[in-house]
């Protein structure tokens, strides 16, 4: 089975920044290619609409035969409300906390992030599946673009 690789808005406008382009144009390549399967929410959607054309342009490359796209849910805002209470994120980071409650809830392999003060970051990190042990979900895998599969 493909692994199922939760990407959020940062890893898509990476393509267009001179730091990040080259991991997160080789990881949108294996999605084009079909060697990993692209988790996309509606969050991800909607942070998306205000993005630089090029940037969409890089998401319409990848076949939607190699997207799972994924809605919010009920489950996922709750869980994001837990990370919120227990303090692994503040409130004004909803967002992010929902990109994580997305990816968990989802059960994917790998989320993927350019985000390293809210998602990417190991404090963080070890908080947000502090939440997901006690609420009965499985450790969540946190990377960036250039530890995933593929960009060796």
């Known amino acids: 089975m493909k692994p199922r690789i939760y990407t959020d808005t940062s890893v898509l406008g990476g393509s267009e920044d001179e730091e990040f382009c080259d991991a997160s144009r080789r990881l949108i390549d294996a999605f084009v ?13 909607r942070e998306l609409e205000i993005a630089p054309e090029a940037v969409v342009r890089s998401l319409a490359r990848v076949p939607e ?14 869980l994001a409300a837990w990370y919120v209470r227990e303090g692994a994120i503040g409130a004004s980071m909803r967002a992010d906390a929902l990109h994580i409650a997305l990816a968990t809830v ?11 003060k809210h998602i990417v970051n190991l404090k963080r990190i070890h908080a947000y599946n502090a939440v997901n042990l006690k609420r009965g979900y499985p450790l969540l895998e946190t990377r960036t673009p250039r530890e995933v599969p593929g960009d060796e």
Do not use: K, M, P, Q
């Not at 809605?71 to 996922?76: D, Y």
């Open 33 to 45: 290619a079909g060697e990993l399967i692209l988790v996309l929410s509606e969050l991800t959607l």
């Open 65 to 78: 035969a190699h997207i799972e796209l994924i809605s919010v849910s009920a489950e996922a805002e709750e």
């Open 106 to 116: 989802a059960r994917v392999d790998v989320l993927v992030s350019w985000n390293f």
